[in-house]
C-alpha cells in the first residue's frame, strides 16, 4: 500500500480516486463504515481508493499541551487501511498553512489531487475555524463536478454513537472489553523494544520494555495481553502498564512479559494488544510478595487469553 505524503504530486496511477476523508484514529466500527463505502464506490467505477489522514492531529494542534490522546500510529492506521482494501493513504499535514484553509480551498486541493469522489462520516467538518459541513461540502464539490457522500455514525447495542472519545473513556478506566467491541479488535501499543534496567530477568519473568509514545494512556495497571512480532508470531502475556511502584525512580512504560518465551526482542518492533484489565498498580515490601503477585497475575492472564479468540 503506498502512503502519499502531504504536498508531494498525486501518481497518475492513482488519480481520479474515491477519498475517504477523515481523522480515522483508531479505525473504529464508524471509521470503517466510511472507508467501506469509499472503497465500495471505488470497486464500482474501477478506480483507486485512497483514505486521507491528519498529521498531527487537528487537536495536537490547537491544543499542543493536551495529555496524549492517540489511539493509533501512522503506521498502524496505514495497515488497518490496507487491510480493508485501500490502494493508498494520503497524509495530510495539519499546520497553519492548512488549518487556515478555507471550505473553498481545500475543496479546489481535492480538485488539484484528481480527486473524483469523497465519503466523509455526517460529522465531519472542516475548512478554516471548521466552518465546512458536509451540506457545504456536498455543495461545493457538485460545482467542480466532484461527487460527495455522507455516512451516518454506527451505533452499538445501548444506542450510542461510536466514537473515539467513548473508546478512550472506556480504556482510561481498564475496560478492554468495550473498547475491543467498538474498534473489532484490541487496542495495542506498538513500539521498539527498548533495553531497560533488567530487574524484570533477575526475578524470572523478563520483560519487554516499550515507551508509550503519544498514545492514550490506558489505567495504570497489569494486563492479559497478546505481543505480534514482526515474523507474525503471535505470544500471550502479562504486562504492567504504569510507572513501576516498587522501584525507582519510577519510569512510565508498558512492559509485557511473554510467556514460554526467552527470545532477544531488542531493538524490534513489536505490537501489544491490550486484552483484559487485571489489577491496578501496587507497591510491595520485597522482592518474594512482588514476585509472588507476578506468578498469580501471569496465572490468571494465561486463563483468560485461553478462552479469548485471537483478534487482528
Known sequence: MERLESGAPVPVHLRGSIMALGNFDGFHRGHQAVVSRAIEWAKTEGRPA??????????RFFRPDAPPFRLTTLDQR???FARAGADAMQL???????????AEQFVQLLVDMGVAGVVTGKDFTFGKGRSGSTDRLAQLCAAVGMAAQ??????????????????RDALKTGDCETATRLLTRPFAIQGNVQHGDKIGRTIGFPTANLDLGTYLRPAYGIYAVRGMLPDGRVLDGAANLGIRPSFDPPKELLEPHFFDFAESLYDQVIEVQMIRYLRPEAKFDGLDALMAQIAKDCDDARQILAGTPHLA
Not at 483514505?51 to 498531527?56: E, L
Not at 455522507?150 to 473508546?167: L, T
Open 50 to 59: 485512497i483514505v486521507a489522514t491528519f498529521d498531527p492531529h487537528p487537536m
Open 78 to 80: 496505514q495497515a488497518l
Open 92 to 102: 495530510f499535514a495539519f499546520n497553519a498553512e492548512f488549518a487556515g484553509r478555507t
Open 150 to 167: 455522507a455516512v451516518a455514525p454506527v451505533a452499538v447495542q445501548d444506542g450510542q454513537v461510536i466514537s473515539s472519545s467513548r473508546i
